[in-house]
């Protein structure tokens, strides 16, 4: 076989095997939002608030099937309460009782950012040092979910007219 046609195999290879890996990589992702990180019904959904370091309090209020930033009074961003309510789904990777893991050594004392969702609070603590996936304190339970949504809690609420 000549030097080209062995690259080109090789080539055709690595490719194939890369396939291979996106495909089991989606198929992981598909079962993980098997568990999400809450069972809230998002529709339902009335009153968000967020907190976090460093960063002014958001709250947003949902007024006549359309959400309402306050403080001060403005339509919300209706992409970005979205994807603050997606967070309460956020697929799950390893769930733990509380007690199982120190707050303090996985971020959550005190917590980096809180998400209120009518009475669901939802912590986020540090993020794992191997997978990146952050700790997220849900009631009596530590989860590890992907973090794909941290830019969204520590993103400033819109001011009026500067949109």
Do not use: N
Not at 20 to 44: G, I, M
Not at 45 to 54: A, L, P, Q, T
Not at 84 to 92: F, K
Not at 110 to 117: D, E
């Amino acid at each position: 076989m000549r030097r080209r046609a062995r690259t080109l195999v090789f080539l055709i290879g690595a490719v194939a095997l890369l396939g291979v890996a996106v495909l089991a990589e989606l198929r992981h992702e598909r079962a993980l939002a098997l568990d999400p990180l809450t069972t809230l019904d998002l529709a339902a959904v009335k009153r968000i608030e967020v907190d976090c370091m460093g960063c002014v309090a958001r709250h947003y209020e949902k007024v006549d099937a359309h959400w309402r930033q306050r403080d001060p009074d403005a339509p919300a961003d209706e992409a970005m309460v979205e994807r603050l309510l997606a967070i309460a789904h956020a697929p799950v990777r390893v769930r733990h009782a509380a007690g199982d893991l120190e707050a303090a050594k996985v971020g959550l004392a005190p917590p980096f950012a809180t998400l209120r969702l009518d009475d669901t609070e939802l912590r986020f603590g540090g993020t794992d040092a191997i997978r990146g996936d952050r700790f997220v304190a849900v009631g009596d339970a530590i989860a590890l979910v992907p973090d794909r949504f941290s830019a969204w809690l520590f993103k400033a609420a819109a001011l009026p007219g500067k949109e």
